[in-house]
């Protein structure tokens, strides 16, 4: 298409209550960018959206706890069969909620009391063996040891209480001797306490550890290794068993959550909800009838042309650009909105940018190995399932892949080696040339010739020319369509300056092949458009809504001035940048016939084949690598300063339409 696709505005005024089918319905098919409508309709009655978003989050977050417990995956998106919880979602997920949080407050509490325990079974084997009155060892800085009785309510009462900053352990006959760190004494004490322990004194010519404590540690710490292992089991059973639920259920909430944020910015009344957004024309139809269909019909939807809001009308929004191509043409969209996206209505240059960035990379990389490696690696992008974080490039690598090839081909070059191709090269020139040349196109002059070098060099800027050209025609039918008559007529890159540029050209062309001098009709052809851009601003009054300048003449007359030394100084250094292109094919030729004499060189020298081998492929990785990626940045370059800067003087706003995955998306 040559412009972007005609957009609607729809306005859908819906039930609170069929509020959520209305948007799951939007979602799913991804063809509708919300508009910023709440100061023109406002919101009235309780904020119950916000509410129910909040209680969504709080689910959510529940969900992702429980995933992230039993060691499973977090969905980041909705999926596909993806569907807004109902009761049923919600019982299931207070049945799973009871059962995941009582297996981990249960492996929290086992977890603390066997750090606890183990740490208190280190400290009493560090001096079990201390030939010290038992009195003794209850002073020392880093343990205290409380021995006395303690009927069992009170012990399980004293275990849930500390948890695992103490270790409690049985001797019998409600005897029990409690161990804990230094620093929680006080809290033993505190718990010990109020669960009416009854201290039994030691026998003052007692020595060591009591026997009880040891061997109570290790049996505790025994049986709380058991109960982990069990724990681990039961969760190993609870993700087996429920985790594709879980995820099931991760994926609704999240698309509950993204439908109540939504909601919470609407514009309201007590019982409607008005929804306003950016449709392509001709998906309108087909998504009003779903929408009427998942409503029952309980819903009123209005179309606009964007002419016919005041809000458009006044520069206030803009409207979303959608951009229609196939398979190649679509590739190199994000070069184009990188730079910024076109306004909507005007041209899109999107083909343009996609024909001439393959062929200028083909140009300055033409080899028939390197440009297969190129194409093989971005039919691997995009099909390979691991590298589909790339897949933005799998189309222009295929594309200059592919030029590269057949550039390649016309100058006789297989990863960096002559000679390969002098069968066909033969072939081809001696039948349209009817003289046999070794390659097609000669890069690298021949001795006491440059011609040929020259009139490659000359292809490079007719092509330079070619592009400005494009550029200044798609500004001046976008600034017609604009009506913004003063720019298409008297500005720079208007008509004007196009005239200017055209018939430069055609001067310098017609001396350098004919001779003769500069004459009368040379000084009318590139004097007027000169004339004209440099009295545009006070020309401009002659169409609507233009203004003449407001300053005074000595503003007018060196703005005029600055006007058309930068008309001549950006049009000869915009014709002339093209001559990089030509370089850029010279220095690729000249790397990969370095690498071929030096492969040459070292072939008949001790293990000569192998060190030609290397050096072949060492070449080709660097000249594939590094200058692939200079030769990439210098086509990027010619687009946006060459190309780009001739009519994208405002842009516009990409069309991103809400859906809840992201392969649904139109762009």
């Known amino acids: 298409m040559i412009k972007p696709r005609k957009m609607k505005q729809l306005e859908i005024t819906v039930l609170k209550s069929d509020a959520d089918a209305v948007l799951e319905c939007l979602g799913r098919r991804g063809v509708m960018q919300f508009a910023s409508t709440t100061e023109e309709h406002g919101r009235e009655g309780p904020d119950e959206a916000a509410a129910a978003a909040g209680e969504i989050r709080r689910d959510l977050e529940l969900i ?72 003794s060892l209850d002073q020392l800085s880093y343990l205290t040891l409380r021995i006395g009785k303690l009927d069992p309510p009170g012990q399980d009462a004293v275990k849930q209480a500390l948890g695992g900053r103490a270790a409690l352990i049985p001797l019998g006959q409600g005897r029990v001797v409690a161990a804990a760190s230094r620093k929680g004494r006080f809290a033993l004490d505190s718990e010990l306490k109020k669960g009416n322990f009854v201290p039994i004194a030691v026998p003052p010519d007692f020595r060591g550890v009591p026997p009880e404590l040891l061997s109570g540690l290790e049996k505790r710490e025994g049986e709380l290794d058991r109960d982990l292992v069990l724990v681990a089991e039961e969760k190993n059973t609870l993700r087996e068993t429920y985790g594709g639920e879980l995820r099931r259920l991760c994926a609704s909430y999240l698309m509950a959550s993204i439908t109540e944020d939504i909601k919470s910015g609407l514009p309201a009344s007590r019982s409607v909800y008005i929804l306003s957004g950016w449709v392509p024309a001709d998906k309108v139809k087909a998504l009003t009838g779903e929408i009427l269909a998942v409503s029952g019909g309980r819903a009123a939807v209005y179309a606009y042309d964007p002419d016919e809001l005041k809000a458009v009308r006044e520069g206030k929004e803009k409207v979303p650009v959608s951009l229609s191509h196939g398979a190649f043409v679509r590739g190199f969209e994000p070069l184009v909105f990188s730079y910024g996206a076109p306004l909507y209505g005007t041209i899109d240059p999107t083909p343009v940018v996609a024909f001439f960035y393959t062929l200028l990379f083909g140009i300055m990389f033409g080899d028939l190995g390197q440009g297969f490696v190129l194409l093989v690696l971005g039919l691997l992008i995009g099909r390979v399932q691991s590298l589909k974080k790339f897949r933005v490039y799998a189309t222009p690598l295929i594309a200059v892949g592919a030029a590269s090839m057949v550039m390649g081909f016309l100058y006789g070059e297989v990863f960096a080696q002559e000679g390969l191709l002098a069968l066909p090269s033969r072939a081809i020139t001696g039948f349209l040339f009817g003289r046999e040349q070794e390659v097609i196109i000669r890069l690298m002059p021949e001795k006491g010739s440059l011609n040929q070098l020259f009139m490659f060099f000359g292809f490079t800027v007719s092509v330079g020319v070619l592009l400005n050209s494009i550029g200044l025609v798609i500004n001046i039918i976008n600034k017609f369509s604009l009506r913004r008559y003063s720019e298409a007529f008297f500005s720079k890159t208007g008509l004007a300056g196009l005239a200017f540029f055209w018939y430069a050209l055609f001067a310098a062309l017609r001396l350098a092949a004919f001779g003769g001098r500069f004459s009368w009709f040379d000084a009318l052809g590139l004097g007027l458009p000169v004339a004209l851009i440099a009295f545009g601003p006070l020309l401009s009054g002659l169409f609507p809504g233009g203004k003449p300048p407001e300053e005074g003449l000595p503003v007018f007359f060196i703005e005029g001035v600055v006007e058309i030394l930068e008309a001549v100084s950006s049009y000869l250094s915009n014709t002339v940048s093209f001559l990089r292109v030509g370089a850029f094919a010279l220095s690729h030729a000249v790397l990969s016939f370095i690498i071929f004499t030096l492969s040459g060189m070292v072939v008949r020298t001790p293990g000569g084949p192998l060190w030609s081998f290397i050096i072949v492929i060492f070449g080709n990785l660097v000249i594939i690598i590094l200058e692939g990626m200079i030769v990439a940045i210098q086509v990027v370059r010619l687009q946006y300063y060459e190309f780009f800067s001739k009519f994208f003087t405002e842009t516009g706003v990409p069309y991103r339409p809400f859906a809840f995955r992201k392969d649904k998306g139109v762009c």
């Open 64 to 135: 992702k706890g429980h995933l992230s417990f039993l060691g499973l995956e977090i969905p980041s998106e909705p999926y596909e069969s993806s569907r807004l919880p109902g009761e049923a979602d919600k019982k299931s997920l207070e049945a799973l909620s009871a059962r995941i949080a009582a297996l981990s407050k249960r492996e929290e509490a086992l977890a603390g009391e066997k750090r606890g325990t183990s740490e208190s079974l280190e400290e009493v084997r560090s001096f079990a063996n201390l030939n010290a009155p038992f009195s």
